[in-house]
C-alpha cells in the first residue's frame, strides 16, 4: 500500500536555527496537511494545502512557518526561526483521490519528524 | 464551530475485557467521523469511519455507531488484546470541505496480560 514518508525521523536544532521537514505524500493525492502534535497528546491542525496553496491555517501557523511544493512530489515545512516551544513530532498527511464524488481513500499520515528545539 | 471531545485516559483493561471509549463532537452540517489509532513510534491509521447518521463502522473487532441525536461516535470492542494498547483518536470532517479534520485530544489504552 503507498505510504505517506517523511524525512527526517528526528531533527535537533538550536533555537533560533531555520529547519525544513520533508514529506512525500502518496503521489496520487490532492489535500496536503502538516499536524503537530506535543508529548504524545493532543493532535494540532497546522495547515491545509490544495491546488498548490494553501486552504487553510491555524493560528499557531504565523509568519514563522511556510510550507512548499516545489517539484509535485515533495511537500515541505519550514520554520524560520525555532522556538523551544516547537518541539513536537510534526505529521505529515495527504488525502484523495476524488473518486465518484468522494475522497476513496481515509486521510493518511506519515510516522512524523521529531524536532527538538534546544 | 467543529470539536471532538473524547474521555481522556489512560484507559487499563485486563485482556478480554470490554471496551468503550466515549467521544462526542460538535459540528455545522453533516459531518464524516473517525477513529484513528496510534501506535508507539509511528503516525496515526485509520481504524474505522462513518459518513452519515446511524452507519456503524468496524474493523479489526472494534465498532462505532454514528449517532446523530446524541452527537457521538463511541468506540468500542467486546474483548480487548494486549496488541490493542495504542492511542486513540476520535476525528471529524466536514462534508464537502477537507481542508480540515479535526481530533480530539486522544486517549491511551494500556491492555494488561
Redesign the interface.
Known sequence: EPEVTQTPSHQVTQMGQEVILRCVPISNHLYFYWYRQILGQKVEFLVSFYNNEISEKSEIFDDQFSVERPDGSNFTLKIRSTKLEDSAMYFCASLGPWIEGSYNSPLHFGNGTRLTVT | GNSVTQMEGPVTLSEEAFLTINCTYTATGYPSL?W?VQYP??????LL?A?KADDKGSNKGFEATYRKETTSFHLEKGSVQVSDSA?Y?C?LSERYN??????G??TKLNVKP
Do not use: D, H, I, W
Open positions: 473517525f484513528y513510534g509511528e503516525g496515526l491509521q485509520l469511519k459518513t492511542v483518536f476525528a477537507f481542508n480540515k479534520f479535526y481530533f485530544s486522544g
